[in-house]
């Protein structure tokens, strides 16, 4: 009997209304199951502050460091690369992703957008957005990626090809290939 | 006497124009020269793509590999936290942080809002930008950390006070404090 993996479900989702983040923690778990795997999210090592103080600092670190021993104990990655508060990967996740790369974790991700590049991310962002923040793009930072196939920043896309994984259009693909490869 | 720092310069300033890159990448540098330390920016080892094509993915992975290289070489990591495209640090940026954390560099961070929260960043720009946006933001992702101290995302936080390092709010600041604490 094959041994179950350990994923560590990366992604902008712990941001989501606390119902929401409920479903996709469960659905994504599910998928993992399904294929004989154990899915492990962000949220699920969080512990009480000591202090009942849940703005300190000091509990910031506790839950990074919750969130580096799911890393350091998962087998593979899998990121959530969507669009987050602009045309760029959630900062949290493209940390998690560096972290990941030099502790030679397997790393997948996940977009909607796959197909796209990221120059046209980009476009279709801008296209979506108003006036102000297409001059504040033009102002500080006018140059934009642009390489064929790339989904996000060169950094992420090079880890994630580089870890052998691979950058699909959905959540269940990526636990799919990871299943066929790595178990 | 001291032997120099290696100082890799991490940050979403390859985006700006040429003219202010080339501006940028001299004026770091000598401000860790300065202080007797050597700074390697992120095109410093750029090479010509072998097929003249600038757009490929092979390219990218080419630029990648020199900047994982570059960290590997390097000492510590200063990283511009400054917002780049929305209110989250460069993807990019936060990929290098990440991974440089894991290979146990020290990381500082600079930031000309250093010591505001990340609330208080994420409000701040709501107000900059136009209503799409807003809107954008309170569809999917209502939730916005609110951590006392905490500039960016907690994971960029509690990697750079995790690897002994600080935020400030300047870059000459993070040099000053490197040297004074690390050569």
Redesign the interface.
């Known amino acids: 009997m094959k041994k179950p993996l350990h994923i560590y479900l990366a992604g902008?989702d712990?941001?989501?209304?606390e119902e929401k983040i409920k479903e996709t923690s469960s659905s994504l778990k599910q998928v993992c199951a399904s294929y004989g795997h154990l899915g492990h999210f962000p949220l699920d090592n969080l512990l009480q502050p000591a202090d009942g103080n849940f703005?300190?600092?000091e509990?910031?670190?506790t839950?990074?460091?919750a969130?580096?021993q799911l890393i350091d104990e998962a087998d593979a990655v899998i990121a959530n690369l969507e669009n987050?508060?602009?045309?760029?990967?959630?900062?949290?996740?493209?940390?998690?992703?560096?972290?990941?790369?030099?502790?030679k974790k397997v790393i997948y991700g996940y977009s909607p957008t796959a197909g796209l590049s990221y120059k046209q991310l980009h476009d279709r962002f801008l296209q979506?957005?108003?006036?102000?923040?297409r001059n504040?793009?033009q102002k500080?930072?006018?140059?934009?990626?642009?390489?064929?196939?790339?989904t996000?920043?060169?950094?992420?896309?090079?880890?994630i090809?580089?870890s052998g994984g691979k950058v699909f259009g959905s959540f269940e693909e990526c636990v799919k290939d990871l299943n066929e490869r790595y178990s």
Do not use: C
């Open positions: 902008p712990v941001f989501r209304s703005q300190s600092q509990f910031s670190f839950i990074f460091r969130n580096i987050f508060r602009g045309p760029n990967v959630d900062d949290g996740t493209a940390f998690e992703i560096g972290y990941a790369f030099a502790k979506g957005i108003g006036e102000d923040y504040s793009l500080d930072f006018p140059v934009v990626e642009d390489f064929e196939g790339n996000a920043n060169l950094m992420l896309i090079g880890a090809a580089g």
